[in-house]
């Protein structure tokens, strides 16, 4: 297991660069995770929820990263800048996010992230 912020930071960006958002959870994140989304501003708290609203979007959308860049970390704190492609399955609609996500590690977990795009 990744114990340092580089090390787990590192070790999201290739489970992101895989597609494999809810392995990410399973792997990195603490069973009390707070996850801070900006449209609307609205917080998620717990792993159970975050990985079903995950579950959830992956049943309903095919998606895909189209950039992930490498982490700037500071102490504990890591940012990425991320964008993606996503495509609703059932309308066909599609939509592309371009955001920077902020993450918090302590003990060994990504205990916080949040959210920041144009909405």
């Known amino acids: 297991m990744p114990s340092t912020t580089e090390e787990i930071a590192q070790k999201l960006v290739a489970y992101l ?3 494999a958002n809810v392995a990410a959870i399973d792997a990195l994140y603490d ?3 707070e996850t801070v989304e900006a449209d609307p501003v609205r917080t ?3 792993k159970a929820t975050v990985r079903a609203s995950m579950q959830g979007f992956a049943d309903t959308h095919s998606f895909r990263y189209t950039h992930i860049s490498e982490p700037l970390v500071s102490g504990s704190n890591f940012a990425l800048h991320l964008r993606f492609e996503a495509t609703n399955t059932a309308s066909g ?3 592309a996010v371009d955001e920077i996500g902020v993450y918090t590690v302590k003990e060994g ?3 916080r992230e ?3 795009y144009d909405v």
């Open 109 to 111: 977990h990504i205990v």
């Open 44 to 46: 998620r708290s717990g």
């Open 114 to 116: 949040q959210f920041f």
């Open 93 to 95: 609609q599609g939509f």
């Open 17 to 19: 660069g895989e597609n």
């Open 31 to 33: 069973d009390a995770i």
